[in-house]
């Protein structure tokens, strides 16, 4: 079955502090890897994405992701967080050969930066 | 330029009514997808229309659930004999015709009581 798993459904950090959100996958078929973030009160946007290529993949606000096909991960780090990402992080994943079409969420990850 | 926008952002109905929500995607978008988000889950895919026509369907949950998008821009969302279990909100994406980025409107909160 394809499904995508999110292992942590809250992490609290300290500003300027290091941050990982873990997101796993499982597919017997090709895939293509997603994190979107969103702010309180405000739509889902669209942080960074791995189609092909280099598996470190770098996206807005100083977050990076690496593709690990080996141990099927997509996991987001941030060296130094702000108070400012303070959000609900979903990692999403397209199955099955298109990098468009319906996207399978996570469950989401609730980062609170604390001063 | 102007995101998705979905109207109404809140609605209240009851149990039993049949309820029409409504999204209007970026313009010259051709791909348009609706998600479902429960509390504390992960947006969960309804289906996906590539101009007028239902690409993939296949996340509709019943035969309650009904979608259509006519001219190829905006979408009704419509759900008949509306329950309890049928409160979430209710998200609308769209993206250029092959796009890998979908552009997610802020929702619609729909509370069956």
């Known amino acids: 079955a394809q499904s995508v798993t999110q292992l942590d459904s809250q992490v609290p950090v300290f500003e300027e502090a290091p941050v990982e959100l873990r997101c796993n996958y499982s597919?017997?078929?090709?895939?293509?890897l997603f994190w979107y973030v969103q702010y309180p009160n405000q739509g889902l946007q669209l942080l960074l994405k791995?189609?092909?290529?280099?598996?470190l993949v770098k996206g807005i606000n100083g977050f990076e992701a690496e593709f690990n096909k080996s141990q099927t991960s997509f996991h987001l780090r941030k060296p130094s967080v702000h108070i400012s990402d303070t959000a609900e992080y979903f990692c999403?994943?397209?199955?099955?050969?298109?990098?468009?079409?319906?996207?399978?969420f996570g469950q989401g990850t609730i980062l609170t930066v604390h001063p | 330029g102007a995101g998705v926008s979905q109207t109404p952002s809140n609605k209240v109905t009851e149990k039993g009514k049949y309820v029409e929500l409504r999204c209007d995607p970026i313009s010259g978008h051709t791909a348009l997808y609706w998600y479902r988000q429960s509390l504390g889950q992960g947006p969960e895919f309804l289906i996906y229309?590539?101009?007028?026509?239902?690409?993939?369907d296949s996340g509709l949950p019943n035969d309650r659930f009904f979608a259509v998008r006519p001219e190829g821009s905006v979408s009704t969302l419509k759900i008949q004999r509306t329950e309890r279990g049928d409160s979430a909100v209710y998200l609308c994406?769209?993206?250029?015709?092959?796009?890998?980025?979908?552009?997610f409107g802020p929702g619609t909160r729909l509370t069956v009581l």
């Open positions: 597919s017997s078929v090709s895939v293509y």
């Open positions: 994406a769209s993206s250029s015709r092959g796009g890998d980025e979908q552009f």
């Open positions: 229309f590539q101009g007028t026509g239902a690409a993939d």
């Open positions: 791995y189609l092909s290529g280099s598996t």
């Open positions: 999403a994943v397209t199955f099955g050969g298109t990098s468009y079409g319906k996207l399978t």
